[in-house]
């Protein structure tokens, strides 16, 4: 895994993902590489809850489209779904993606082993 280290130039870019993160912009997959723990928690739970949202509304949008354009109404369905998809889950959402980035975070917050009690006993 390559992950480029933190330095004092990538602390301005760190802010602007920060910014962009809160605002429910989905970031490039780089910049998602490369964002927090909690940012990468919020878009991918709000990315699922767009995928979501996308397949129940895909039969929907195909069949008002019709079955008589083929495969054009099969693309023009999908692409509308998506765009649907994104703008109802754009801001606040359904509240689904608030769900799954409370299971997706850690329960406890890491230990260092220095403060971790010991289980061992002392031999005498």
Do not use: C, W
Not at 53 to 63: G, K
Not at 92 to 119: D, K, M, V, W
């Amino acid at each position: 895994m390559n992950v480029a280290p933190l330095t004092a130039s990538s602390s301005a870019a760190a802010g602007q993902i920060a910014g962009l993160a809160h605002g429910r912009e989905l970031l490039s997959p780089a910049a998602l590489r490369n964002a927090p723990p909690d940012v990468q928690r919020q878009q991918v739970a709000a990315q699922f809850e767009a995928i979501l949202v996308r397949q129940l509304l895909a039969p929907t949008m195909t069949s008002m489209l019709g079955k008589s354009g083929g495969a054009a109404s099969n693309v023009y369905g999908d692409m509308l779904s998506d765009t649907f998809a994104q703008k109802l889950t754009a801001g606040g959402g359904f509240g689904l993606s608030r769900l799954l980035e409370q299971q997706l975070a850690p329960r406890h917050p890491a230990r260092s082993l220095a403060a971790a009690p010991s289980t061992a006993k002392p031999n005498p």
